[in-house]
């Protein structure tokens, strides 16, 4: 059996990495990918947590991450959709208005 | 042979991630991402839970990888994007990654050493997650779905085209 601070080390490094991404990169479609990392991130180590705990209740909070992940994902993107017909562009410096 | 599996996939997690950082494709960032949530998946199965590493494919490699890449295929920028000038932004963010990472392991050290000693038994059978779905999670569970109608609903006013304008 693979200790389980393994896997929860993974899920730091894969959060960090998700926040450089975010922070390093210019464009929204990116921007957006990097905050879907650092969920995943986060459900590393709900399961890793539910593992050490032997409870499926961390299992089905990951379920309903993801489910609300895939909503928010939809919404996100016809955001984006809307912002680049309206600008022309989807790099973040770019938007400096918050009235369209 | 689980050593080897883990240390496979938490390789091509970050692997995919770090070239994510570095390309600047969108459409190559995209297909990174689902080499990454893949790997993630298969994670999840080592960690004793087939249902949600089967979840993790179907809805996150599968059906939010393909939105982002219609997104890309719709957006469509010829000339891509110009690169960045500013360099400093780049190695601030390292150095704020590598005090973050720190700062995370210190402050989950001491739940390391009660890992070690926890008792694993087999767990995490599809139908016990099932049951625990439509039992105690049955309020939550619905709700979700009334949020998922109500977000993509939402998703396809917003991007429709107005008749007159």
Same mark, same amino acid.
């Given at each position: 059996m693979i200790p389980l601070s393994y896997f929860l080390g993974l899920s730091i490094v894969l959060f960090v990495l998700g926040a450089v991404a975010f922070f390093v990169k210019k464009d929204l479609i990116t921007m957006f990918m990097s905050i879907e990392i650092m969920f995943n991130a986060g459900n590393l180590a709900f399961i890793t947590l539910a593992r050490a705990a032997n409870s499926l209740d961390g299992q089905v909070i990951v379920f309903f991450i993801i489910t609300v992940a895939a909503a928010e994902a939809a919404v996100g993107l016809a955001i984006i959709l809307l912002i680049f017909r309206q600008k022309k562009t989807i790099k973040s410096e770019d938007m400096r208005l918050m009235k369209g | 042979m689980g050593y080897f599996l883990f240390f496979l996939l938490a390789f091509l997690c970050v692997g995919s991630v770090v070239a994510m950082i570095i390309i600047r494709d969108q459409a190559y960032n995209a297909l990174l991402l689902v080499l990454a949530f893949a790997a993630m998946g298969g994670l999840f199965g080592l960690l004793d839970a087939p249902f949600i590493a089967v979840v993790q494919i179907i809805i996150y490699a599968g059906a939010i990888l393909v939105l982002f890449i219609f997104v890309i295929m719709m957006i469509?920028? $010829? $000339?891509?994007l110009p690169p960045e000038k500013k360099k400093w932004t780049l190695y601030l963010s390292l150095a704020l990654a590598v005090i973050l990472v720190v700062e995370l392991a210190l402050s989950i050290k001491g739940a390391f050493s009660v890992f070690e000693s926890a008792s694993l038994e087999k767990m995490g059978s599809p139908t016990e997650l099932g049951r625990l779905l439509f039992t105690k999670y049955l309020y939550p569970f619905e709700i979700t779905s009334i949020l998922i109608i109500a977000a993509l609903v939402g998703a396809i006013v917003l991007v429709k085209k107005r008749e007159k304008e």
């Open positions: - | 469509n920028l $010829r $000339r891509g």
